[in-house]
């Protein structure tokens, strides 16, 4: 099992920045994937972000540009900086840590969620 504790969620205004931070303990193994997911009222869950414990990136269109992931392997923790914030970006975060285990397939872990808002 994996915990995934997420923390920087907030009110910002338009145009401002937010820095989402999560801490993942438990049974971690050095290959996997770390990132971030949003729901907003009424929607669906959506891919945000991650990051391979080997380095490659991903990011939704949506975001590009503006939103950064990181990671540090050694504390086992991942982070996004949100930059010029839309209130599109309103929503409930979640981290995300996913491994391939052969027999199981993909297994992801996911945090509690924190929320985002942009508003002035």
């Known amino acids: 099992q994996v915990q995934l504790v997420e923390s920087g969620g907030g009110l910002v205004q338009p145009g401002g920045s937010l820095r989402l931070s999560c801490a993942a303990s438990?049974?971690?193994?050095?290959?996997?994937?770390m990132g971030w997911y949003r729901q907003a009222p009424g929607k669906e869950r959506e891919f945000v972000a991650s990051?391979?414990?080997?380095?490659?990136?991903n990011y939704a269109d949506s975001v590009k540009g503006r939103f950064t992931i990181s990671r540090d392997n050694t504390k086992n923790t991942a982070s996004l900086q949100m930059n010029s914030l839309k209130s599109e970006d309103t929503a409930v975060y979640y981290c995300?840590?996913?491994?391939?285990?052969?027999?199981?397939?993909?297994?992801?872990?996911w945090g509690q969620g924190t929320q985002v808002t942009v508003s002035s």
């Open positions: 995300n840590y996913n491994i391939f285990r052969l027999g199981d397939g993909m297994i992801n872990y």
């Open positions: 438990g049974s971690i193994t050095s290959r996997n994937t």
């Open positions: 990051m391979h414990s080997g380095g490659y990136t």
